[in-house]
């Protein structure tokens, strides 16, 4: 449970989050605090800097008495909370005041001189406890006189240290309620994940490839992840189903041409060894073999179409050429059955296409137009162009489709209850719809106009 739970997507997420959170906190809080604590040292750097050129003034313009008296007769709470040092130059104290919070070691951390004559005020910082700095201002004169003036920065007592326990405590507060927050988030964020995740372990466990992943309703990345991966399962369940039914009839459809070959075999072994009766099963077995190897030819290729493999070699070329060849090499064939065949072709119709795997498709068509056309009938050969397309009609007056068998019909090896007596090998539809697919147009099936079966193939011209 431990080990599952610590490799949660959600745990690590809300993990991350909090840590972002802590670390931003953390730094925006050091940049404020930071600011704060200088602002007031400097603030407070200032004030002390005007008060010791306030008190140089008067030992500028008199005596060091003068200075001595300023201190004395000044009762402010500053100059009450003040050091005061005048140093005389031979860097003995002439005069000292010491406020009543300093003790004896913070005197001995001052510095004492001698410092440059520049008549400058020279203001340092000097720590003493965790809570509480010194800073003491140093202004020299030229004759070697030094006055000091020093006072306790009790700004991290007073501000900056309570300001650090509340953004502990503050912290520490929001830094658990953005893991809680960051969790629930998270774990909402990553549900359609775990969705996909059961669906997957319940498809590998039972094999039940009906599950679905349940759809989220809402828009974002996860939802199409969702959507799409659904997708795929339903091409794949689709594509599953097609193969077992494939096998199913390929496995029904190689029974008979195998079970001729070697009963004509047997045959061909029982014979009193006449020449002619032996060449005569052996012309059979390869027959029989020529049939089974079409079939497997023709399947292959069906599969290459599905898989976006075949070899297509595009050439700009006029359709009605192809559809003229086929009307020519079943012409013959529709004079023996009695059938009529037309060829309506009023402009051109040119397209980028495999004129060979085309006609393959076309030659088909016609072919399965004049085996279900009944004796005095009429097969139409029809060419057309539409707006980025080129359409080829095949239609018959034949006993037509009927509306439940028109998807099943391009189905690899179907044969329908009107086509069983039929021959063939069940595979020339599903071989036309896989070429016009591969050059990336359509194959439908209506009723004609005069009854029968309409086929339309549309092909894009680019």
């Avoid at 604590?37 to 004030?47: D, H, V």
């Avoid at 005069?95 to 003790?103: A, S």
């Avoid at 497997?296 to 192809?322: F, H, K, M």
């Amino acid at each position: 449970m431990f080990h599952r739970l610590r490799q949660s997507l959600a745990l690590r997420l809300a993990a991350q989050y909090a840590l972002v959170f802590a670390l931003s906190s953390g730094v925006l809080f050091g940049v404020l605090y930071w600011t704060l604590a200088e602002s007031l040292n400097a603030r407070e750097l200032a004030g002390l800097e005007r008060q010791v050129r306030s008190l140089a003034d008067a030992f500028t313009r008199g005596a060091p008495v003068d200075v001595i008296a300023r201190v004395k007769n000044n009762p402010s709470p500053e100059m009450s909370a003040s050091f005061v040092r005048l140093i005389a130059p031979d860097s003995s104290t002439f005069f000292q005041k010491l406020p009543d919070d300093w003790v004896e070691t913070q005197i001995k951390s001052i510095p004492f001189g001698p410092f440059t004559v520049n008549q400058e005020v020279r203001t340092e910082r000097i720590p003493q406890t965790a809570l509480r700095d010194y800073s003491i201002a140093t202004y020299p004169w030229p004759t070697g006189w030094q006055l000091q003036v020093g006072r306790i920065l009790d700004s991290r007592a007073v501000l900056l240290a309570p300001l650090q326990r509340a953004f502990a405590l503050v912290g520490a507060a929001a830094l658990l309620l953005s893991f809680a927050a960051g969790m629930v988030l998270a774990w909402r964020a990553t549900r359609p994940l775990r969705a996909v995740s059961a669906t997957a372990r319940r498809i590998l466990e039972t094999g039940d490839l009906a599950a679905r992943v349940p759809a989220t309703g809402s828009r974002g990345e996860l939802a199409t992840l969702v959507t799409q991966l659904n997708t795929l399962l339903d091409k794949n369940a689709a594509h599953v189903r097609v193969l077992r039914e494939t096998l199913d009839n390929l496995a029904h459809d190689l029974r008979t041409p195998l079970t001729r070959l070697r009963g004509t075999a047997e045959l061909a072994l029982q014979d009193a060894g006449d020449p002619a009766e032996a060449r005569a099963a052996l012309a059979d077995c390869v027959n029989e073999t020529d049939r089974v190897l079409h079939l497997l030819e023709v399947l292959l290729d069906i599969s290459a179409a599905e898989a976006g493999a075949l070899q297509l070699n595009r050439d700009p070329l006029d359709v009605r050429t192809l559809v003229d060849r086929a009307a020519d090499l079943y012409r013959e064939v529709a004079e023996e059955k009695d059938l009529t065949v037309l060829v309506d072709q009023p402009a051109p119709a040119e397209c980028q296409a495999d004129a060979i795997r085309l006609g393959q498709a076309i030659n088909n068509l016609v072919d399965n137009a004049l085996k279900y056309t009944p004796a005095g009938g009429t097969v139409t050969l029809t060419t057309a162009t539409e707006p980025g397309a080129v359409v080829v009609t095949v239609s018959d007056t034949g006993p037509g489709v009927p509306l439940a068998e028109r998807d099943a019909i391009w189905r690899r090896l179907y044969r329908g209850d009107s086509s069983r007596s039929q021959r063939g090998l069940g595979l020339g539809l599903s071989l036309v719809k896989a070429i016009v697919e591969a050059h990336g147009g359509t194959a439908t099936v209506t009723d004609a106009p005069r009854a029968g079966a309409r086929f339309v193939l549309r092909l894009p011209t680019a």
